[in-house]
């Protein structure tokens, strides 16, 4: 019998919420964590995503789904290039 791990989703408000503890009102991730109830490794990726997304080093998620479709488009695109460069059969039979 083998235990599965499930994993909390928490709403974005609760996260941001946890983040100012630690960056404006003085706790550490610690004990802020311990009063949150979450862990404290998953407490500092939210505190790493926030401090990017201020510093403008993250993507919007509307930016994240336009690259998405761009890189797809050039995988086709670049596919499509590749079997245009192929030599034509010959058509004519011998």
């Known amino acids: 019998m083998s235990l ?3 994993h909390k989703s928490y709403p974005q408000d609760f996260k941001d919420e946890a983040v100012l503890m ?5 706790y550490s991730v610690a004990e802020a964590a311990n009063l949150l109830g979450v862990g404290t490794s998953l407490l500092y990726k939210w505190k790493e995503k926030f401090e990017a997304q201020r510093q403008g080093i993250t993507l919007e998620e509307s930016e ?3 690259l998405k479709r761009f890189r797809k488009e050039n995988k086709e695109l670049r596919m499509e290039k590749e079997i ?7 058509l004519q039979k011998k």
Not at 22 to 26: I, K, L, M
């Open 64 to 66: 994240q789904d336009e």
């Open 4 to 6: 599965k791990k499930s």
């Open 84 to 90: 245009l460069k192929r030599p034509a059969p010959s």
């Open 22 to 26: 630690v960056t404006e009102q003085g």
